[in-house]
């Protein structure tokens, strides 16, 4: 589950920034995709860190 949060916020972070900078459809879709991506990869070494620290 955090691995699917990561890529929504980072989805909706990179559309964020993408307007701020005023890019169009095209940039806001290439910043969303590229901001999921790197937070989906985030998400999941957290994941990892997590389970392994639970195991004890």
């Known amino acids: 589950m ?4 990561a890529i ?3 989805a ?3 559309d964020r ?6 890019g169009n ?4 879709m290439q910043y ?4 999921a ?3 989906a990869v985030l998400g999941l070494f957290l ?3 997590i389970d392994r620290l639970m195991r004890g």
Do not use: C, M, N, Q
Not at 2 to 5: K, T
């Open 47 to 49: 994941t990892i860190i």
């Open 37 to 39: 991506l790197g937070f």
């Open 17 to 22: 920034r993408a307007r701020s900078i005023g």
């Open 25 to 28: 459809g095209k940039d806001r």
């Open 12 to 14: 909706f972070l990179g």
């Open 2 to 5: 955090i691995i699917v949060a």
């Open 32 to 35: 969303a995709a590229a901001h």
């Open 8 to 10: 929504i916020l980072g």
